[in-house]
């Protein structure tokens, strides 16, 4: 019995030893692999995959090239990584990716049992800093790249074997620096800029998604932007850019806040040109893009959407006419041409903007005037361009409404084809009543009239524009209207020449009251045809100050 037990002890032992033998066997092999052959199986395994799935996933327009893959402080990290144009869409065109490089690429998270298993890459987040991007045109790339011999091997529909699914949590590309090539770049732009940021949250590739646009695949897209292009240096404008947001799965993007204005004041903008230029001040918040949807978009560079809003703006346009008019103009593109000469197709359903503030300000050397239109909202449905169909496509329906002066209720309804490129239009506005002296702080530095005394009881507007010649009729109601004749030097006390043309100007030039005393209304009509150095605001006031003149008298 003494013996037996000995036995299964000795046996116990022997069992022991074996399968400490074997732990102790395991755990060196594993410290061998993990610090000697775990960064070449890591390599061989991971880099052949993802070569070939990059290669899948962009349908053969890119291919990859990865850097070494190394092991440390337990993360893993590719030493170079260089994501190249192979061909081009037939479809692209454009400024589009010619090639994108990182000297380094961080991967935390990195479940190795997965890949080992062959279940797929999952990460829980890949890193880059300072990554660079390369733009070039489409046809230029094309051009660039036409006798490259081509990469014949066929492109798999599937993703590679041992790695049915590419996943991360999030992507971070941080201070992305963009060249652009020097040919395409825009005037004032600099063919170089950084402080651009972008992650992507809940990136998924698989079997599935090569069906559709893969980058488009993800929770969403965040983008940040420090400022403006270095290049923007010598503008005069400065573009504020606030928590920009894209949301694949919501089809959604939002936009917290974006500005352009001048860097300097009125008079240092003014004295920055040789002529009279147009300063902007435009301040947008809370911007949304509902319903926009990105495979198409990328795949076919078409801009299409439901819903474009803005919660709130401002927009300010100050002029110095004391500098010299420029006598040689360039022309000036209505809404319609720069529609239309957008090389794809636009389908957007409606544009809404609220609660806006609209300035015009204009200085001469007697002073500077002022209008102002309060509580603006503009409601814009839908916008349309087809080449296909040019002639074919609904109009676009424009409403306006807003408080003229602070007082004067004012609505005004466009009727314009905004695909199409010959300029026509219907226009119908009311304006509501007001006390004329309101006009002052516009006529008595720009003008030299002050009113005296009138009432506006309503007005009414009708502009029907055919292949750029506007036909514009209006019917003024109003009373009592008398104006005084101010010096051209503001600093002048009025005399007898004033005088004299403000007692002509009430007796035989203007019309003090519509309906005259006898009861007679008056319509004013005016037709006049567009120049091309007139911007479209310009082109719609001087056809309605051209009619108006035809009933008050005094304004041609």
């Known amino acids: 019995m003494e013996k037996k037990v000995k036995i299964k002890i000795s046996r116990t032992k022997k069992i022991l030893y074996i399968v400490g033998g074997v732990i102790v066997f395991l ?41 070494k893959v190394k092991y440390k402080d337990g993360s893993f990290y590719c030493t170079k990584v260089e994501l190249i144009r192979e061909k081009y869409d037939s479809t692209e065109s454009g400024m589009t990716v010619k090639k994108l490089t990182a000297d380094s690429v961080h991967f935390d998270g990195l479940n190795l049992f997965d890949v080992l298993m062959g279940k797929g890459l999952f990460m829980e987040k890949m890193e880059a800093h300072g990554p660079k991007v390369y733009l070039t045109d489409a046809a230029a790339g094309r051009e660039e790249i036409k006798n490259v011999p081509p990469d014949t091997t066929p492109i798999a529909k599937q993703m590679p074997g041992g790695m049915p699914v590419i996943s991360y949590d999030s992507i971070i590309l941080k201070d992305i620096r963009v060249f652009i090539p020097q040919q395409t770049k825009p005037p004032g732009i600099d063919s170089s800029y950084s402080g651009l940021t ?19 695949n993800c929770k969403g897209i965040d983008l940040a932007i420090k400022g403006l292009p270095n290049g923007m240096a010598d503008s005069c404008y400065v573009l504020g850019v606030s928590h920009l947001h894209l949301s694949v799965a919501d089809s959604l993007v939002t936009l917290d806040s974006l500005t352009y204005h001048s860097k300097y004041s009125e008079d240092v903008f003014a004295s920055k040109h040789r002529y009279a230029t147009p300063m902007i001040d435009l301040r947008f918040t809370d911007l949304r893009i509902e319903g926009i949807d990105f495979n198409k978009s990328a795949a076919n560079a078409e801009i299409e959407f439901h819903k474009f809003s803005i919660h709130s703006f ?40 609220e609660n806006g503030r609209m300035k015009m300000h204009e200085r001469i050397a007697s002073g500077k005037g002022t209008l102002e239109f309060d509580h603006v909202q503009i409601a814009i449905s839908p916008i349309i361009k087809d080449a296909k169909k040019q002639g074919g496509t609904k109009p676009t329906t424009i409403s306006l409404s807003a408080l003229f002066l602070g007082t004067a209720p004012f609505k005004a309804t466009f009727t314009y084809p905004l695909g199409e490129k010959s300029f026509d239009m219907d226009a119908h506005a009311t304006l509501g009543s007001f006390d004329a002296k309101k006009l002052n702080p516009w006529l008595i530095p720009l003008e030299r009239l002050e009113v005296l005394d009138g009432v506006l009881e309503s007005g009414k507007i009708d502009m029907k ?40 100007a009430g007796t035989f030039v203007l019309r003090g009251s519509n309906p005259n005393w006898l009861g007679s209304l ?17 082109f719609l006031w001087f056809g309605v100050r051209m009619a108006l003149g035809d009933v008050v008298g005094g304004f041609k």
């Not at 008056?522 to 310009?538: I, L, M, N, P, V």
């Open 27 to 67: 755990g060196l092999a594993a410290f061998i692999f993990f610090n000697f052959f775990l960064q070449d199986f890591v390599n061989n395994l991971i880099n052949s995959k993802v070569k070939e799935a990059t290669r899948t996933s962009t349908h053969g327009l890119f291919r990859v090239e990865i850097g």
């Open 198 to 216: 972008v992650k992507i949250i809940g990136m998924h590739l698989d079997n599935d998604v090569l069906k559709k646009q893969p980058l488009f």
């Open 314 to 353: 401002y927009v300010d346009s100050y002029e110095d006419r004391r500098r010299p008019m420029d006598p040689n103009p360039k022309p000036v593109l209505f809404p319609n041409e720069l529609l239309s000469s957008f090389p794809g197709k636009i389908r957007v359903d409606s544009v809404l903007f």
């Open 465 to 504: 524009v055919h292949s750029g010649v506007a036909t514009t009729t209006v019917l003024p109601v109003y009373h009592n209207f008398s104006v005084k004749v101010l010096p051209k030097d503001a600093q002048a006390t009025i005399g007898l020449s004033e005088k004299i043309k403000t007692l002509l």
């Open 522 to 538: 008056k319509t004013g009509a005016a037709t006049r045809s567009r120049t091309r150095t007139e911007s479209f605001f310009q």
